[in-house]
């Protein structure tokens, strides 16, 4: 997992699975992003073939937060399986699900 400042938003990208193991690295991080003050998220999920409920819950929980401060949450780079989670979920109704992290920084500038 890295973060980096890209633009006009922060970029945390994750590669492996999201599972109940590694969701609590995940949910650490982006309340750390979130609380030190990034607005513009976009998470980059291009290297993770998997997703469980408990990564759902902690993008869920990003969301939420962001929007509570006025920010906002992108997903990119998401690969079919974990697409198809958010889709059953209907969060991909919610979050925004891009192709690459410059489509989602681009509709992040004009939202």
């Not at 939420?64 to 998401?78: C, H, K, P, S």
């Amino acid at each position: 997992m890295s973060t980096r400042r890209e633009g006009a938003g922060t970029v945390v990208e994750i590669a492996g699975d999201l599972d109940m193991s590694t969701t609590p690295q995940l949910r650490e991080r982006l309340r750390d992003v979130v609380e030190g003050g990034a607005r513009v998220v976009v998470v980059d999920l291009t290297g993770v073939g998997f997703m469980d409920s408990s990564g759902l819950g902690a993008l869920v929980v990003a969301y939420r937060e962001l929007r509570d401060r006025n920010g906002w949450l992108g997903l990119a780079g998401v690969r079919r399986s974990v697409r198809t989670v958010l889709s059953i979920t209907s969060v991909d109704q919610v979050i925004s699900v891009f192709d690459t992290v410059a489509d989602a920084e681009a509709a992040a500038r004009v939202s």
